[in-house]
């Protein structure tokens, strides 16, 4: 499957960068980087009053009731202007579990605030290195959760977490208000992510799937997060290749614009590749939402924009040259958010082993 | 959209995409039942002389059943339909395999624009008519042993002979040459002016005395290429199909008539499935590669690629079925593709060891590992260097500035050899 976008999506999507254009400011995320637990209010109201923390939201409860399409397209523009906060993609998850979760009261109780940015919503799948353990150590009984759920993004400043745990019979998606949990703050190198350790000691927990079923809605909205966030990385790579396109033309060396120098504009060209691609798969996948491809379309997406957005971090920084590494020049606001947005979600490992196991599962 | 294109029905966008799914589903009905007879089994261990033969009547039969010249006007024996109901036509025809290869520079490049520029009106109809039903072959005359990527180097030359012309030089890399009944040219017939401003576009008659066609085997044992002489050969000058001196615009018309073709995100190499089946087959240090991580990476990674490239065509196509113009990017699949190809196909032999080496010198490149990384070098050559593309990419669509040329503005006969 492949789309068109139609009118009103473009509007969204031109839209949403217009804005993002207008108000995000290069030394206010710089300055973000230096301080554990802030994220950028600016970006985080932006989102609020244009509408997209309920775009995913059924109109049922308040929200647009809208898809990954139009959730992909916002964050694309999130992903140029290296956004300054991560509740988009968490909230998004968090969503999609309580839509197709077992709880609609919790749902009922949740998505109407969430819509409405009052409660800011994380996911906490992943342990160790392992974005999806298959026998998590977070434990969930008697409608308690106990353990610690490491470097959850948003954590910082998360209302409510979806977390992955172990209950008595096989696993569960569960969903815990976060008032009285202890967070150990994260200091990272992309420190508005808001990483943090979630120490549950007894937490109170409401159970929105188990069994088969947490396992079949984990990896669910663990691939919807992956497109969601392809998008983002698309459109870091997509603003990197024109920033290293647009100093190619102007610095000049030995004469003429780099840009003249095939070692430069071929590498420029290659990354132009790998956006389109990785644009394309993105895309496809938002297109795929719900359908059986679903999965492997997400994986395709996923792969496609980690190698874009890294590689477009490494080139379009090594083209500037010196100025490339400077602080203050603010390339490596990219650079960081390019490793942060690889990490979460999965790496490209993890990824690259769903793709064959979807594949070589098709074909069993 | 091209000249021609112009010349097709022009219909709204809704009627066009009805008109399309019924257009796919009449191409597969039409195309199953002649497989048996034309397709990829049927063809299976012809020597080239017979698969040409079979491709001839393959183009006949594909004539009377109304699938020729999709996108040319119906006075040229074609369809009058759009560069889009060609493109879904010729996708199917590719996955069955069908022999129509041998025609299709023929018919992409040559005669189309022999449709637009030839000078005797009558003469031009007879010879569309008769490529169309795979009687004559065309080529295209460009590369020489001065120029490949360079065009404009070309040495080639055609003076003023009485009312007509004499040509003299080399062409290299002609694609099925020896089996051409015609060709189209660009030679110089103007050494003192810039390289570009002083070539001419002719066709030839590759039957013509003076005119010698020598095949050239590929590495891979084929030689479907050839080199070409010309010796004192007369044109009139009712064979010129540019004005003197314009040969280079019409050339490149040539060049750019169809951005979008049918593709093949595997590169014309085996589709991945035969990875997938390689990978199943073999061990790694006594475990099953297809557990290998290094195997699995390469599988995801290409299997990504070649989604994203299949995600972009069907993105284009779905934008001609809408009435708009698709994006640059369709210009990814060959540089992407083929060389993707190839490194794949270097893995894939590594995993067979030994038992990789055997060869056959006519396994298809779609089926088996030796014949597509043999071939694959080829690939990335012809039709745009993978060097070029990037540059086309970086200039065309990036606007990044040419290359340093020390050549640009200086009279041909002034270049530094």
Redo the contacts between chains.
Sequence with gaps: M???HDEGQLAIASQSRRVLDARMAKDRLLGLLEQVGRHDQVFWDTAIEQGWTALAVPEAHEGLGLGLIVLGLVAQAAGAATSGAPFLTTGYGVTRALIDGAAPDLAAQWLPRMARGEVIAVVALAEGNCVLPARPAVAFADGRLTGVKPAVTGALAADLALVWASGVAGPVLALAELAGVARHPVNSFDNSRLYGDLHFAGTPAHVLAQGDAARALADDILARMAVVTAHEQVGGAEALLYIA?DY??TRKAFG??I??F?SV??R???L??LV???R??A??AAACEGTAEFA??A???R??AT?AYDTAARDCVQIHGGIGVTWEGGLHLHMRRARSLAIEQGNL?F???R??DA??GD?A | MSELDMTAIEMPANDLAAGIDAWRDRARGWLGSVAGRFGREARHGLSVEDDLALGRHYLAARFDAGFAGINWPAEFGGQGLSHLHKMVFETEEMALGMPSGYFGISLGMPVPILMRHGEDRAFVKERVLRALRGEEIWCQLFSEPAGGSDLAGLRTRAEVDGNGWRLNGQKLWTSWAQYCDYGVIVVRTDPTVPKHKGLTYFWVDMKAPGVTVRPIKLAGGDSHVNEVFFDDVRLEDSQRMSPVGGGFGVAMTTLMIERYIATDSGGFGPHLDLFVDTARETEVNGRPAIEDGRVRSAIARNHAMRAGLDAITTRAMRMMQAGMEPGPEGSLNKLVSVRSRQRLSELALDLMGPAGLAFDPHAHAKEDWAASWINAPTGRIAGGADEMLLNTIAERILGLPQDYRPDKGVPFNQIPA
């Design positions: 492949s789309i068109l396109r190619a033309l003429q614009p840009g003249a095939q504009k071929h420029i060209a290659e132009y590749g389109e691609i990785a394309a798969n895309i496809h492997l379309a994986a395709d997406a792969l496609s190698e490992l990824w690259e082993d793709l064959v594949l070589i074909r």
